[in-house]
């Protein structure tokens, strides 16, 4: 497996997102299964792996500590705070929460879970408004100097918030939603990032399954799957936006490559374009999946094909937006108009 730079550590070209071994799309696999899959991927060099306090309220770290804790000094390891879960009305629900002292309190969570004395990058997960950025990542910052995180991450930032953040502290790596259906850091962030020398890492790089050979059934979505609630995943917009697969069909077929393939070729791409490297973390809970992921690392495309695909899935054919209301205004991206659901 190649690698890339990402501010002090070297990973590989493609990580893996660990989020859907515990929580979002449905049930999660059997804690065997997430083991394999684990371990397969460490095999075949995968050396970046990122999961969240948030995953599972707790559980994908485990998992992750569990698992690859014996192997820790193989990967760089990235985990996020500042979203968890929080105990309510005899449940967990899912809270915001940047102040320093919930900060520190969650890195030793962390910590613990992931069976490890140091976490190679801790992402603010989200930016919580009530708290003045500089404030949160001053917090972060007090976490490197304690030995506790190497380097500091934000996800989900305006380049204006990036810039801010940066200020304080200096940040190594910025992760955003960012895929070929997707374009919104093509409009500041990746350019803020190119500027400032800070990583960009792309999360949900197949497009949550839409960038898939296989049409997914929207409509059987299990109750506990998060997309649900995204708009363009909405029967009607999915059916509309499918047609926009063709072309992408139409390129996967000339290099002999999956839909998915073709996806993470095209954001590898987009690096090598711009002159700085674009880190996609796939997530899979499928071993043939994540081969087939890997392997877009040797996935040419040339410039036409490219260009066609970026015509194909260009922001303005888009139907539906990426998130609800509610989760929309938990971010603070910058987002390119959405085409309205039919
Ligand atoms: N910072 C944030 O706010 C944030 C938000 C979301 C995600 N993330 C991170 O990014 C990682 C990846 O995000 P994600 O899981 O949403 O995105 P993704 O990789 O774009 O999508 C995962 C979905 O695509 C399917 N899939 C994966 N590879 C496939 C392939 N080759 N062919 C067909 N379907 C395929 C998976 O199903 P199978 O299981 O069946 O393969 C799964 O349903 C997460 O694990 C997490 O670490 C961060």
């Not at 990235?78 to 009305?89: E, I, L, N, R």
């Not at 900060?103 to 030793?108: K, N, P, S």
């Amino acid at each position: 497996m190649k690698t890339n730079a990402l501010g002090p550590f070297q990973v590989s070209t493609i990580g893996l997102g660990c989020m859907n071994l515990s929580h979002a799309y449905g049930q999660p696999p059997s804690a065997a299964q997430a083991e394999r899959l684990l371990l397969r991927a460490l095999d075949l060099g995968v050396t970046f792996f990122d999961t969240a306090a948030l995953y599972g309220f707790g559980a994908n770290e485990t998992l992750v500590g569990q698992v690859l804790g014996p192997h820790r000094q193989k990967f760089t390891l990235a985990s996020k705070c500042g979203m968890q879960g929080v105990a309510f009305d005899g449940g967990i629900k899912r809270v915001i929460d940047g102040r320093p002292a919930t900060l520190r309190a969650t890195c030793e969570d962390s910590l613990r879970r992931l069976k490890t004395e140091v976490i190679d990058l801790y992402y603010l997960h989200r930016w919580d408004k009530s708290v003045p950025i500089a404030e949160s990542v001053g917090a972060l910052g007090d976490l490197v100097r304690a030995g506790k995180i190497r380097s500091i991450g934000l996800s989900e930032v305006s380049a204006q918030t990036l810039r801010l953040a940066h200020a304080e502290h200096p940040i190594t790596a910025l992760q955003t939603e960012y895929s070929l259906w997707t374009r919104n850091p093509e409009i500041a962030v990746l350019e803020a990032c190119r500027e400032l020398g800070v990583g960009f890492v792309a999360f949900s790089p197949v497009a949550r399954g839409f960038l898939s050979d296989q049409a997914l059934d929207v409509n059987a979505f299990d109750a506990k799957d998060i997309r649900r609630a995204m708009p363009r995943f909405a029967s009607l917009a999915y059916g509309a936006n499918l047609p926009l697969l063709n072309e992408v069909k139409a390129v996967a077929q000339e290099v002999n490559a999956s839909v998915a393939q073709v996806g993470l070729a095209w954001l590898l791409a987009k690096g090598v374009q711009r002159g700085q490297p674009v880190i996609p973390i796939p997530g899979t809970t499928n071993i043939q999946h994540l081969e087939e992921n890997l392997a877009a690392a040797d996935c040419v495309l040339n410039t036409e094909q490219l260009a066609r695909l970026e015509t194909a899935l260009a922001p303005e054919r888009i139907v539906g937006a990426r998130y609800n209301a509610l989760n929309q205004s938990e971010v603070d991206t910058e987002e390119y108009t959405e085409r309205q659901r039919p």
